[in-house]
């Protein structure tokens, strides 16, 4: 059998209409660890590993001295892909056939795929249990005839699927193309990354022909550029979500702007070549040896950098100097509020973010204000008036919308009447009239984050602030039904710049030219200062 055989019609495929499942694993591998642990297996293993997949294998995922049958089983359970290695030994492990008698099940009741690979044996043989399956299951009736049938249906029904024989090809381009067809059967239903994204999908289609419209015979560094709040991170995300698997590796770097204020560009040098290469550097001292071991470690291999945030040409420089830094068909993708940044360092094809369209901007707001794509019916004006206003802003419109949820009528105008009130910068306006909002202790939370807590896990801000009577864990949640923070899948707090920038102005404002006489400090110069000179009043 070749490759050609492991067409993904070959395969059962998830369905809207099966339950949800937990899944703790891309793959679970099933082998027999004494023909193929140290070869076949290990390089598989590695591959994947490389490619960021997450995989199951039972010698490091199982805890010393558990018992190993549960924790296999469930695992199988909590794994999209299978691929079960035959060997000439593998039926001869009664562990083995447990594990495929569960893939079996689990293939019947949540559609589990499954991908056979051949090693050292002849599919025919291991369908038909001829050879040293046969000697094995002669064995096997001798100590348990009570699973033997089920042990045998299910090497016959795996043994069928279409798969890879590694007779007549080399180890390593049968793992390159499993790993291929794995990357393609995971991004078959690539979830979007955030939640009722509206106007996304005519933008994403224009920056996958920017990204791959072309053959990629060279390093192409790509630029998306808008104002603040427009969603371009957002729109980098779901790029860097539908292409990354087609690269040899890949790096998301957040908040550039930020960390690079905070002295850092060092450290996000390190996580640049620890994602890709999957491994710490910790022999960077700074920042151009960062850059001669980024040129020399990247230069032969095709990987996708998405660089979010820029606002300095340094941080190019230290990030992605050149083209010959990187092999054929890289991408770079940089998101910045800066054009001319963009055109100064080479950049020659830059994705203009647009603001949303009226119809956009509208189901944009209706979502967050109604918690469904259209206005209430005795809203309706009021809400077109406030979409408006936010002139096709994605992160005005998810404010205000948050700020309005669940308010009376009369509630709604006094808002936009407050809204007219203001002069001057419009986005500021709206995310301070969501500020003035909150409760008093809400605010100070807010502002918590805004200065200190931006980038640290939620469990552990929840035991810094508990203390102080800030009931966090209500607070935080109510932060996020506002859209003023969210928490990533990894309980990380986030705010959008925009947001953090209107909190300590809000700070900020609070003592223009005394330090000493502010809530609090969120620079460090502004911490040292203070401290030298004894102001704090």
Not at 129 to 136: P, V
Not at 204 to 230: A, Q, S, T
Request: net charge negative.
């Amino acid at each position: 059998m070749g490759t050609e055989n492991a067409s993904s019609s070959c395969f059962p495929s998830s369905s809207t209409s099966m339950p949800r499942w937990t899944y703790e694993y891309d793959v679970f591998l099933s082998f027999r660890g004494f023909d193929t642990r140290k070869k076949f297996t290990s390089h598989l293993y590695e591959a994947l590993k490389r490619n960021g997949i997450t995989t199951f294998r039972d010698d490091e995922n199982l805890d010393r001295g558990a018992f190993i049958k549960p924790q296999l089983l469930k695992a199988i359970e909590e794994s999209k892909i299978v691929v079960v290695i035959f060997s000439r030994d593998y039926a001869s492990s009664s562990w083995c056939l447990t594990e495929l008698a569960k893939i079996i099940e689990c293939m019947n009741k949540k559609k589990l795929t499954v991908l056979p690979v051949f090693y050292d044996v002849d599919p025919s043989d291991v369908r038909k249990l001829r050879g040293t399956f046969e000697d094995a299951f002669a064995k096997h009736l001798i100590d348990n005839t009570e699973n033997v049938q089920t042990w045998k249906d299910a090497v016959s029904d795996v043994a069928g699927i279409s798969g890879w024989d590694l007779w007549d090809e080399f180890e390593s381009t049968v793992i390159k193309k499993i790993i291929q067809w794995i990357n393609y059967e995971l991004d078959r239903e690539v979830p979007s990354v955030f939640e009722h994204l509206v106007g996304m999908e005519s933008r994403v289609e224009e920056m996958l022909d920017l990204c791959l419209g072309e053959r990629l015979d060279c390093v192409r560094f790509i630029g998306i550029c808008g104002i603040g709040g427009i969603g371009k991170t957002t729109l980098a995300r779901e790029i860097y979500n539908k292409i990354f698997r087609v690269f040899e590796a890949s790096s998301f770097i957040d908040n550039i702007r930020e960390e690079s204020e905070n002295q850092l560009l060092v450290s996000l040098q390190k996580q640049l070549l620890s994602k890709i290469l999957m491994s710490t550097q910790k022999n960077i001292s700074n920042v151009y040896e960062g850059i001669n071991v980024l040129r020399k470690r990247l230069r032969n291999k095709k990987v996708l950098i998405v660089l979010d945030d820029v606002n300095e040409e340094e941080q190019l420089k230290a990030l992605a100097g050149k083209d010959e830094w990187f092999g054929v068909g890289s991408i770079i993708i940089v998101t910045s509020r800066d054009r001319h940044l963009l055109r100064r360092h080479g950049v020659k094809h830059i994705y203009e973010a647009k603001e949303l369209n009226d119809d956009e901007a509208l189901k944009l707001f209706s979502w967050k204000a109604f918690k469904k794509p259209h206005p209430e019916e005795n809203y309706v004006d009021l809400s077109k008036r406030f979409v408006k206003y936010a002139d096709g802003l994605p992160l005005a419109l998810e404010v205000l919308g948050s700020l309005l949820f669940g308010k009376r009528i009369d509630e709604w105008k006094n808002a936009l009447e407050k809204l007219k009130e203001e002069i001057g910068n419009k986005i500021f306006n709206i995310l301070k009239i969501s500020f003035d909002g909150l409760t008093k202790m809400q605010q100070e939370l807010f502002l918590d984050i805004a200065c200190f807590f931006k980038g640290e896990y939620k469990d552990g801000i929840i035991d810094i602030v508990q203390s102080f009577g800030f009931y966090p864990a209500y607070n935080i949640g109510f932060l996020v039904d506002k859209s003023l923070i969210t928490i990533d899948e990894y309980g990380t707090l986030w705010m959008h710049d925009l947001l953090q920038e209107m909190g300590q102005d809000i700070v900020h404002r609070e003592s223009l030219k005394e330090l000493g006489r502010r809530s609090w400090l969120c620079r460090y110069e502004d911490v040292l200062h203070v401290l030298k000179n004894n102001i704090v009043s």
